[in-house]
């Protein structure tokens, strides 16, 4: 009897570490799996205010591209220029848990209100391309925006003969198009104030769309007979939308036009000689910039790449500002080929 009973113990003792041994290997399993990969994935939240123009879709791929190649993850969420979803959405993508938002505003004053709500919960914000007003933003990557402007203006003057000229700026609600004018006026006014320049049309551009800017260049040229010598337009779209209302009067090429952004549909209008001239801004540099940044704040670093200081009405906001590069006929090729974003057979057909 005794002898059966140490028998059974010993066929349970067995069963006992069999069992074991199948179970201890599924449960450190598990444990790997949804240890450090998942939960040391950096989350980047990019809210975006359009991808209406090719500029803005070219940021979102090269923030996600270039966030992806160090590990994080990128949510993307895109407002349609409307202030009220941008927040929305950025309220959406705080509940998702991520680590860090990047913010294009659509309104700079509006969007400290998202500035406010990221730091409530703890999530660092990068004020991207569009500098966000009035708030304790983290920090801001882009061009130097006046630079870009005084770019335009250089070029302006010294290939817009004497007349009157269209000045117009991008949206009211968008900082850039302030910093665009300011920077492209330090340059031209002076000759406003000689004489040299006759300014009949001061005009923003509703939301950056060229149908507002064709419509502003269409009321301007009637009310002028057509006597335009040149036109400040403040992006490639606006630029776009001015060469129209030039056409349709067969002024096309015949009045200087500047632009910026780089659009594959400017330096096309540039091959052709109906603009003058737009500004390179590297996305892929300014992307790369950016997820950079965000990168570094979400892991409560300071980042590495700051070389500047921007006055956004509250403070001084550190941050990492590009060099922008004018584009003419005469370096058109070159840029567009070094910049790899276009084929030169595209710029040319």
């Known amino acids: 009897m005794k002898k059966l009973v140490v028998i059974f113990m010993v066929i349970v003792l067995v069963l006992s570490l069999a069992a074991c041994s199948q179970t201890k290997p599924s449960t450190t399993g598990s444990t790997q799996t949804s240890g450090n990969d998942k939960d040391e994935q950096i989350v980047i939240g990019l809210s975006l205010p359009t991808q209406r123009e090719d500029i803005w879709v070219r940021h979102e791929k090269h923030i996600r591209e270039a966030a992806e190649a160090l590990g994080a993850k990128v949510i993307t969420q895109i407002s349609d220029n409307d202030a009220s979803k941008q927040q929305s959405q950025c309220e959406n993508l ?11 505003a659509h309104d700079a004053k509006a969007a400290a209100n998202i500035v406010e709500m990221a730091h409530a919960q703890n999530v660092p914000v990068v004020s991207y391309d569009r500098l966000i007003l009035d708030c304790d933003v983290d920090v801001y990557v882009s061009f130097d925006n006046i630079v870009v402007g005084e770019t335009m203006g250089k070029w302006f003057v010294e290939n817009v003969p004497s007349g009157n000229i269209m000045v117009l700026a991008g949206d009211p609600l968008d900082n850039n198009a302030k910093l665009f004018r300011q920077g492209a006026m330090n340059i031209i006014q ?14 923003s551009v509703l939301d950056w769309q060229a149908e507002n800017a064709m419509k502003l260049a269409e009321d301007s040229l009637t009310a002028n007979n057509n006597d335009i010598v040149g036109v ?23 009045v200087g036009v500047t632009g910026q952004d780089f659009e594959l549909s400017a330096l096309q209008r540039i091959y052709q000689g109906t603009q003058g001239m737009t500004v390179f801004k590297d996305t892929v540099v300014e992307g790369a910039a950016a997820a950079k940044a965000a990168i570094e704040l979400a892991q409560g670093k300071t980042p590495s790449e700051i070389n500047g200081k921007t006055d956004n009405g509250k403070l001084e906001v550190p941050s990492v500002l590009a060099s922008p590069q004018a584009v003419t006929r005469d370096n058109l090729k070159e840029i567009v080929e070094k910049s790899g974003l276009y084929k030169w057979e595209d710029v040319i057909k």
Do not use: C, R
């Not at 705080?94 to 294009?104: A, T």
């Not at 337009?233 to 090429?253: E, M």
């Open 190 to 203: 002076p000759k406003i104030d000689s004489g040299f320049y006759n300014k009949v049309l001061d005009q």
């Open 232 to 254: 400040v337009a403040p992006n490639d779209s606006t630029a776009g939308g001015v060469i129209q209302a030039l056409a349709a009067q067969g002024l096309d090429g015949k």
């Open 94 to 104: 705080l509940s998702q848990g991520i680590d860090v938002l990047i913010v294009g």
